[in-house]
């Protein structure tokens, strides 16, 4: 569902180069939840945002859903149509949250339909189908300052889902909640991953969230994919 080939980025900053991506590879199969496992400065965000092309790789290939996203063109916030239309249907969850603090929940989750063009009515039932699903159906008309933060979470999640993605990236989701709340946001993730067969890419330092919700993962450092494999594999490298 996700596959990146030989997967390079290089950013140059104050005449100096960093290999942020140096050659990864990486197979997530349909309908798994797949984590990426590494420290600070190990690539990580860096492979996400060029997975759904937020950030245009140096080199290499990103194929998602059997469509090659590399060779779509446009680049960044002012990509083209095409590229948009695929990036609409990627959905992806932010460690904060990145909600609209004037927009009420049903709001938010909206937002991404009205790019697709939904009508008032269809993006008004949507919204509040999905935000059913994550559980928060009795929220939509407060804003999100009203919420915790595993409710501004679930309204990440649910606007993530608006464009009926079939595959979820999700960087750092929970880095920033108790580990109650965080047991809580992988749970449904995992949910959804079960009931809706959606593909999940997640990014994450802590060992416990990848033995808590992926079936596979991958460790990176210095911007290379050490080791992948099941998690039962995983565990089992001494
Ligand atoms: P992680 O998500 O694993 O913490 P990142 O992908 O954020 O790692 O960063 C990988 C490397 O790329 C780090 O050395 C980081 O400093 C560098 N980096 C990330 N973004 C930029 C940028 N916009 N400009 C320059 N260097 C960057
Ligand atoms: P170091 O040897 O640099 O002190 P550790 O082995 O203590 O690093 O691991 C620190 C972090 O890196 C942990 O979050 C761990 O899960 C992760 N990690 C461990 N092995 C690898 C690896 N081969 N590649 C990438 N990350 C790894």
Do not use: W
Not at 153 to 177: F, H, Y
């Amino acid at each position: 569902m996700i596959t990146t080939k030989d997967l390079t980025k290089v950013y140059r900053s104050r005449g100096r180069e960093i290999t942020a991506l140096d050659g990864v590879d990486l197979h997530v199969r349909e309908g798994e939840v797949y984590g990426v496992l590494g420290r600070s400065g190990a690539g990580k965000s860096t492979l996400i945002r060029c997975v759904n092309l937020l950030e245009r790789p140096t080199a290499g290939t990103v194929i998602v859903d059997g469509r090659e996203l590399t060779a779509l063109a446009g680049r960044g916030p002012r990509a083209g149509g095409e590229l948009r239309r695929a990036r609409t249907r990627i959905g992806m969850v932010f460690q904060h949250f990145n909600l609209l603090s004037s927009r009420t929940v049903q709001d938010n989750v909206e937002l991404p339909l009205e790019i697709l063009g939904l009508s008032g009515r269809e993006r008004a039932r949507k919204a509040l189908d999905l935000l059913d699903l994550v559980g928060l159906a009795d929220k939509a008309r407060v804003h999100p300052a009203q919420l915790s933060g595993g409710q501004k979470q679930r309204v990440g999640i649910a606007r993530a889902l608006a464009g009926d993605p079939k595959v979820l990236l999700s960087d750092e989701a929970t880095s920033a909640l108790d580990p109650e709340t965080t047991r809580s946001v992988l749970q449904l993730l995992r949910d959804l991953n079960r009931q809706l067969g959606l593909t999940i890419l997640l990014i994450t330092h802590e060992m416990d969230v990848v033995k808590a919700v992926c079936d596979s993962a991958a460790l990176m450092r210095g911007g290379r994919i050490t080791e992948a494999g099941t998690v039962p594999e995983l565990l089992a490298t001494p």
